[in-house]
């Protein structure tokens, strides 16, 4: 059995979890962290991480930016493996997940759903013949009126994947308002819309000379986000110190 401390487990995203792990009996919850306390779960709830003493083979994040330094300090001192979920991290906390990495198993990933895996794969793919051809490279993502970082992780990473297979080419254009200018050649544009219940949506459009050709991911529950982190907790328990992401848990 795997035993996990949910890290936000009274939010969205932890309580998804919290069901899905109800009927997997290879993985149990043995505690959750969560700031905000006005849920009852079937495990133990803590308001910091900090005060977690409950012995676990895996972490689970998906809570806020500001939590996660903690979260990494929690897991490299007690070496317990981590499934890093939470977006919008800065660079000095990228830095500090890498310090981490040296001590314990780490996990990070923007997206745990297949689809948006098997996407940056396809995207490297396309951008060797179309960004080399001269397409431009533009990013949409759409996610509901409750997400506070912006553009989303998983925008940042397939742009990420784009820029890798142009061999980091290309600067990332987040604002065109600010700027009375043409397009550059090199540039990947982001653009982010929040509204209502919408789960996630990111097209990622290559516009040529005369034609386009569009990739489009659309997450439907937020299921498909819980059951590639259950997968991940059950993949990264035991496991050595180090950086892992989702393309070592399923197969691509
Ligand atoms: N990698 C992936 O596949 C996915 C990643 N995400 C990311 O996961 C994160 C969480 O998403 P979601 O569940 O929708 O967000 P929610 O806001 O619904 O949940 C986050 C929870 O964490 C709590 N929290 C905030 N600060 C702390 C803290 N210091 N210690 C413990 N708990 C804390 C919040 O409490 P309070 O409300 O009181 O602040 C809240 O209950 C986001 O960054 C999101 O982008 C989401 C979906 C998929
Ligand atoms: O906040 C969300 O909801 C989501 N966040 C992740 C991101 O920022 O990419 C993943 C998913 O799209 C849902």
């Given at each position: 059995?795997?035993?996990?401390?949910?890290?936000?487990?009274?939010?969205k995203m932890g309580q998804?979890?919290?069901?899905?792990?109800?009927?997997?009996?290879?993985?149990?919850?043995?505690?959750?962290v969560d700031a905000y306390m006005g849920i009852t779960?079937?495990?133990?709830?803590?308001?910091?991480?900090?005060?977690?003493?409950?012995?676990?083979?895996?972490?689970?994040?998906?809570?806020?930016?500001?939590?996660?330094?903690?979260?990494?300090?929690y897991c490299a001192e007690r070496r317990i493996p981590v499934v890093l979920c939470t977006t919008g991290l800065s660079e000095t906390q990228l830095q500090h997940m890498e310090e981490a990495a040296k001590e314990t198993a780490v996990l990070k990933s923007a997206n745990m759903s297949l689809g948006i895996n098997l996407l940056m794969k396809l995207l490297k793919d396309a951008a060797k013949v179309l960004g080399t051809a001269g397409f431009d490279v533009e990013i949409v993502e759409?996610?509901?009126n409750q997400k506070v970082d912006a553009p989303s992780g998983t925008a940042l990473a397939l742009a990420d994947s784009v820029n890798e297979a142009l061999e980091e080419?290309?600067?990332y254009n987040f604002d065109r308002s600010k700027d009375r200018k043409k397009r550059?050649?090199?540039?990947?544009?982001?653009?982010?819309?929040?509204?209502?219940?919408?789960?996630?949506?990111?097209?990622?459009?290559?516009?040529?000379?005369?034609?386009?050709?569009?990739?489009?991911?659309?997450?439907?529950?937020?299921?498909?986000?819980?059951?590639?982190?259950v997968e991940a907790a059950k993949f990264l328990a035991g496991k050595p110190a180090g950086r892992y992401d989702m393309s070592?848990?399923?197969?691509?």
């Amino acid at each position: 059995m795997v035993r996990v401390i949910m890290h936000g487990c009274n939010g969205k995203m932890g309580q998804v979890i919290t069901r899905i792990i109800e009927e997997d009996p290879e993985v149990e919850i043995v505690a959750g962290v969560d700031a905000y306390m006005g849920i009852t779960n079937t495990y133990p709830v803590v308001e910091s991480i900090e005060k977690c003493d409950i012995p676990a083979d895996v972490v689970i994040d998906f809570s806020n930016a500001a939590a996660v330094d903690g979260v990494l300090d929690y897991c490299a001192e007690r070496r317990i493996p981590v499934v890093l979920c939470t977006t919008g991290l800065s660079e000095t906390q990228l830095q500090h997940m890498e310090e981490a990495a040296k001590e314990t198993a780490v996990l990070k990933s923007a997206n745990m759903s297949l689809g948006i895996n098997l996407l940056m794969k396809l995207l490297k793919d396309a951008a060797k013949v179309l960004g080399t051809a001269g397409f431009d490279v533009e990013i949409v993502e759409k996610h509901h009126n409750q997400k506070v970082d912006a553009p989303s992780g998983t925008a940042l990473a397939l742009a990420d994947s784009v820029n890798e297979a142009l061999e980091e080419a290309c600067t990332y254009n987040f604002d065109r308002s600010k700027d009375r200018k043409k397009r550059e050649k090199n540039e990947i544009g982001i653009a982010a819309v929040r509204g209502g219940t919408i789960v996630g949506e990111h097209e990622v459009i290559f516009a040529g000379t005369d034609e386009v050709i569009e990739f489009k991911h659309t997450a439907y529950s937020k299921a498909i986000f819980g059951k590639g982190a259950v997968e991940a907790a059950k993949f990264l328990a035991g496991k050595p110190a180090g950086r892992y992401d989702m393309s070592d848990v399923i197969q691509l």
